[in-house]
């Protein structure tokens, strides 16, 4: 089922997993990953495609297994940037074979520390845009895509305007709904949605919330998403440093306030990066059932 039909009914709550990191490829891991998340029982589960420039792989598999093993709505991300044309055909015919609908089109980014490599280089895509392009030029409409958008502004873009004018540019090449970058403070997403709308953007905006478990990796994901730590959370995360599990609570708190917030103000769907970790997406679910019902009543 595409995604584009679910949000038409409803607003959606949705995991974001990582094909599992380790050197023999071994993917096991995930479906334990997956058998807990879906207790929560999501609306669909999103596959990372090289995510922060690391090498791709296993995404088509585990997607396959979300739909078909599962029966939960996938996603795969596909990523473009150090993609050739037929590289794309592969992975969508792929896709298409193991009956996967749903695809969150992206650059993607570059392989750390090569970044001014393949700006050297001449590519066969650029931008998400010409990957979504390809994508309806080579299947029509048989995939619903979807793109990435940016409530702090996309690093590599000049400013706001922008950022928007490129938004907007992606969703009339086909993306039929939107995920945002990471943000840890909501009024970076209230103005991305109302700048967006009054340029005519009017396709669902989900709020992609990160919650923070570890203070390292915080400081590594925020650089690599180009998000801002307001001072408050900071501040938390300085006296909690080597308190792991005050650092979760914090984190899981965090997250659900950000949510209770955004459920309140009326948004379009929530989409948890769980990081792999189901009992911390289990542990917020746990302390806002109530309010998580709410997202879909009027
Ligand atoms: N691998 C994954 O699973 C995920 C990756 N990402 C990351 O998101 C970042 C970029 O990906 P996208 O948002 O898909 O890139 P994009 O192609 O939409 O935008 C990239 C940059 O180019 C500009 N831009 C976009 N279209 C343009 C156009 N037609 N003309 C001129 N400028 C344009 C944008 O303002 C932005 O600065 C990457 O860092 C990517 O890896 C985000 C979510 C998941
Ligand atoms: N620029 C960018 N690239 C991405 O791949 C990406 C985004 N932004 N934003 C949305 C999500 C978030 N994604 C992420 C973010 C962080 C890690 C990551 O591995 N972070 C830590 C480890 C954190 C942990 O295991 O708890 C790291 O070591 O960098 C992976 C995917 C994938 N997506």
Request: hydrophobic share 35%; net charge negative; proline share 5%.
């Given at each position: 089922m595409k995604i584009s039909e679910l949000l038409k009914e409803k607003a959606t709550i949705s995991f974001e997993v990582f094909p599992p990191k380790n050197k023999e490829g071994d993917i096991s891991s995930i479906y334990y990953t997956i058998e807990e998340l879906a207790k929560l029982d999501p609306d669909f589960i999103s596959v990372t495609y090289g995510a922060g420039g690391s090498s791709k792989g296993k995404t088509v598999e585990i997607a396959s297994a979300i739909k078909n093993k599962y029966q939960i709505e996938s996603v795969a991300h596909l990523s473009c940037i150090t993609s050739t044309k037929e590289d794309i055909l592969t992975e969508c015919r792929a896709l298409k074979e193991h009956n996967v609908d749903n695809i969150l089109s992206?650059?993607?980014?570059?392989?750390?520390?090569?970044?001014?490599k393949y700006r050297g280089m001449d590519l066969e895509f650029h931008y998400a845009s010409e990957l979504n392009g390809f994508i309806r030029e080579n299947f029509g409409d048989s995939f619903c895509l979807s793109g990435a958008c940016y409530p702090e502004v996309h690093q590599e873009a000049d400013c706001f305007r922008d950022d928007l004018e490129a938004l907007k540019k992606k969703v009339d090449a086909g993306a039929e709904y939107l995920i945002t970058q990471i943000?840890?403070?909501?009024?970076?997403?209230?103005?991305?949605?109302?700048?967006?709308?009054?340029?005519?953007?009017?396709?669902?905006?989900?709020?992609?919330?990160m919650p923070v478990t570890n203070a390292k990796s915080?400081?590594?994901?925020?650089?690599?998403?180009?998000?801002?730590?307001?001072?408050?959370?900071?501040?938390?995360i300085e006296t909690y440093?080597?308190?792991?599990?005050?650092?979760?609570?914090?984190?899981?708190?965090?997250?659900?306030?950000?949510i209770i917030d955004l459920i309140t103000n009326g948004v379009d769907g929530i989409h948890i990066y769980t990081m792999n970790k189901p009992e911390i997406a289990q542990r917020i679910f746990g302390n806002i059932p109530t309010v998580l019902k709410e997202l879909n009543h009027d």
């Open positions: 992206l650059r993607g980014d570059y392989p750390a520390g090569e970044e001014e943000f840890f403070d909501n009024s970076y997403y209230y103005r991305l949605v109302k700048e967006a709308r009054k340029i005519g953007i009017d396709v669902p905006i989900l709020a992609g919330i915080l400081l590594r994901t925020a650089k690599l998403c180009g998000c801002s730590i307001p001072f408050q959370l900071s501040t938390m440093y080597n308190y792991p599990e005050a650092m979760k609570e914090i984190g899981i708190n965090y997250a659900a306030h950000q």
